[in-house]
């Protein structure tokens, strides 16, 4: 149900602290109780922290104190003008301010034209213009006061395709739909991710559903077709270029209920046209009046112009032939200059034939430094999209210095932006521009590129092996129809090779083993990948072939720092290791089929401390393992046919401090194959395996200060327990009774034994838990966040009565 505002809204007290998200301005009864107090409730419903001011509140022309700070205080501001906004002075003296604060860059304002044109409110037409009429009268002493709500009106216009379609939705949102999503940048998305990507963050933005997995694009646009037919959706897909794009999201008007408005932004009106969509809206140029007050409003930051610029001020807006996009970045690139820089600006410009923004656009290109040309041009190559920290990361490790002033730079040019989510983005003009000035470096060798994005251009380059002797990086990743790597003998001093997530990926050329400067090498999710070539790689320290889950043939891993092959599901033999690794500390073998871990290879792991193994099967586990590496934690997990070998008379202590086997299906004869070697274990979890007992033994592991037998629901007794341990973990272990000498235990936590109630006094009883100590020992007992201390417990006493 869709909630309204009512009296009681308007007489609550302005809040004096605390920071805005969302100003909401209206005027009139007429939203109040329609489509602001929706937008309103739909807002605070989404966590959205929002000030909404009501006229009624305010009189006169002054804006109190308490009002003025929630305006500081809020970081974006919602006009709804409607046919009478204009009709409340204090609504125009506020939307002042507003605008004021957004051309300083302190907020951000997003008009809604609610039932009005927004020429009329641009031009003063129809209500606006009566409005207008009454405050001329009004003000015809104040002239100045007169002139600043004319402005502020007038501020709402140029906006471009995605823009407006921002501003639909924004406007539409508020109404009953089932579930909404606005999909920006279609065309990237798609191109980077494929079809599959966009239909995920339909299925998540409407549905809520963030987990389905798709095989193809087809599978996705069959389940849509099923699932929302019965939804009444909101939905824009900004800037589409395809027509899959449109099959995969949104098919045709059948696919979603009724009362469902879809709304698509594209340049390709036959796009549209193939799609049988019969209403369409052709986002006009600006006209002389808007295109000079977007450019002023850039250049001058919103301050007076002086009035020996207003000859070239015209004729810039003249040769920008309104295009907004033009006219921001001329703005901006001249912004803080003098009038002989704009004259000899215009100069320039005006032997471009108009209409070539590329041209336009490279002017600004030229104006700057070589530094942040070079890193205009990463961006536009590589990095368009991705997230600001990203980006920061690869480009200042490239140019050795922190590079975050040179994209600041880019941003004030109006050459790039930093978006939604932190993700830096430009408009595609600036991107195609970037990529010709690449292009132009050498129209017909694209080895003597200083970049390759191409995958036409990279194939033919590494085909005919030609600038490419000292790559030192060369990253595969995501790359969807890879199937094979390449020769890379021709990379000699390549140090890093990387080919995550590519799918179709099955083989690797042998000439890997020639990189003998190689240092990282990383296949992780290549789930199509069977092999892998020798590897006699001195310099190799780093190999992640995670989850690499057709890989079947034997490696010969080199002395490396790290490996991981977890989730390599189908590797029948655990690598052989022929030289000594003093550098790896810690190994993961999850999800393995391994049979057996030889002692032949482990014993070369001298560095080895931690080692763990989770859901491997039957695994046969040496006991040099343990006794001769100088393991310290070791970890078992889910590995339901863990085999253990005796240790040997005569043979060392174990080393391992911190032993872990839970839920590896042990039992009784786990204890017989000497485990008191275990001497020096300090915390002990032997959760969910099948023990009837925990025997005399562990009292002589004296070092033992933590003990978990969680799930152990076979498990009927503890024999010893060691004098010094602090603290013991039984949940679910409902048939056990104790049997012991006297003994003191700091921490005891004991859930599955129904609740505590308090009796009398101090005195905490405990029901259900079979136990047989000394009725009376110091002890605390930790119970659902609760501390109890001197207490008695008294076992199955459930009919005591005093």
Known sequence: MFGQITSSDKDRQIPMSGTYQVFLIFSGSNTRFGFTGYLYKALTDRGIHTFIDDEQLQRGDQIKPALMKAIQESMIAIPVLSTNYTCSPFCLYELTLLLHRSNSKAMLVLPIFYEVDPSDVRHWKGSYGDALAKHEERLKHNMDKLQSLKDALSEN???????????????LIAENFD?????????????????????????????????????????????????FQRKKVLLVLDDVDDLKQLKACVG??????????????????????????KTTYEVETLNNNDALHLLTLIAFKGKEVDSCYEEVLNRLVTYASGLPLALEVIGSNLAGKNIQNWEDSINQYERIPPGEIQNILKISF????????????????????????????????????????????????????????????????????????????????????????????????????????????????????????????????????????????????????????????????????????????????????????????????PSINAFDFSGCSSLGSFPEITEKMNNLHGLDLYGLSIAELPWASFQNLCGLRRLYLGGCGVVHLPSRIFTELG??????????????????????????????????????????????????????????????????????????????????????????????????ETTNCESLSWSSKSTVIKEVK?????????????????FGFVISFPLEFSVVLLYQNMTITHYILFPRCTSMAN
């Open 157 to 171: 216009g140029g906006i471009g395709k995605s823009t407006l379609a921002r501003t639909v939705y924004n406007s």
């Open 179 to 227: 579930g909404t999503c606005f999909l920006d940048n279609v065309r990237e998305k798609s191109n980077k991710d494929g079809l599959e990507h966009l239909q995920c963050i339909l299925f998540s933005k409407i549905l809520k559903e963030k987990d389905i997995i798709l095989t193809c694009w087809q599978e996705g646009a069959s389940m849509m077709q099923k699932r």
């Open 252 to 277: 045709s008007p059948n696919w979603f209920g009724l009362g469902s408005k879809v709304i698509i932004t594209t340049r390709d009106v036959q796009l549209l046209l193939k799609c049988h969509i």
């Open 366 to 557: 030229d104006a700057l430094n070589n530094e942040v040309k070079s890193v205009f041009l990463d961006i536009a190559c590589f990095f368009r999209g991705y997230e600001e920290r990203y980006v920061e990361h690869v480009l200042g490790a490239h140019y050795g210095y922190n590079i975050k002033p040179h994209l600041e730079v880019l941003v004030e040019k109006s050459l790039l932006k930093l978006g939604n989510y932190y993700r830096y983005t430009m408009h595609d003009l600036i991107e195609k521009m970037g990529k010709n000035i690449v292009n132009q470096e050498s129209s017909y060798e694209p080895a003597k590129h200083s970049r390759l994005w191409s995958e036409k251009d990279i194939i033919e380059v590494l085909e005919e092996n030609k600038k490419l002797v000292d790559l030192k990086v060369l990253n595969f990743d995501y790359c969807k129809f890879l199937e094979e790597i390449p020769d890379v003998s021709y990379f000699p001093n390549l140090e890093e090779l990387s080919f995550d997530s590519c799918k179709k990926l099955t083989t690797i050329h042998y000439s890997i083993d020639f990189l003998d400067k190689l240092k990282i090498l990383s296949a992780e999710y290549c789930s199509n990948l069977k092999s892998f070539p020798p590897l006699n790689l001195p310099s190799l320290q780093v190999l992640y072939i995670t989850r690499c889950s057709s890989l079947d043939s034997p490696l010969n891993l």
């Open 631 to 728: 393991l310290i934690l070791f970890v078992a997990e889910r590995c339901e046919g863990l085999h253990w070998a005796n240790f040997e008379v005569g043979e060392e202590l174990s080393t391992i401090q911190f032993l872990i086997i839970s839920d590896c299906n042990l039992s009784d004869d786990f204890f017989d194959k000497g485990f008191q070697r275990f001497a020096r274990v300090n915390q002990l979890n032997l959760s969910g395996n099948n023990f009837t007992f925990l025997p005399e033994c562990i009292n002589e592991l004296q070092l033992l200060e933590r003990l978990i037998v969680n799930n152990c629901y076979h498990l009927r007794e503890i024999r010893g327990i060691p004098r010094q341990l602090k603290y013991l």
């Open 750 to 766: 004991v859930f599955q034994s129904g609740s505590i109630n308090e009796a009398r006094g101090d005195i905490r009883v405990l």
